[in-house]
């Protein structure tokens, strides 16, 4: 299963919904979504994006868990 940490690393930032989704272009519903590990995807250019608003890597965002 894969783990969503979002919240983790927006929180880590300081970084409300509305304002990262503002950034990189993607509705705050839509972000709101992958937040909550609701996604079923993500785009890599969208993954791109968060990485770089958060000035993260991929891993910090999405996590592997047996279950």
Not at 22 to 38: F, H, Q, R, V
Request: aromatic share 2%.
């Amino acid at each position: 299963m894969i783990i969503v940490n979002l919240d983790i690393m927006m929180a880590r930032r300081k970084i409300s919904l509305g304002e990262l989704a503002e950034k990189i272009d993607i509705t705050p519903a839509n972000l709101s979504i992958l937040k909550t590990g609701k996604a079923k995807a993500i785009r890599f250019s969208t993954l791109e994006a968060i990485c770089k608003e958060l000035d993260c890597q991929p891993g910090d965002i999405l996590e592997f868990k047996e279950g």
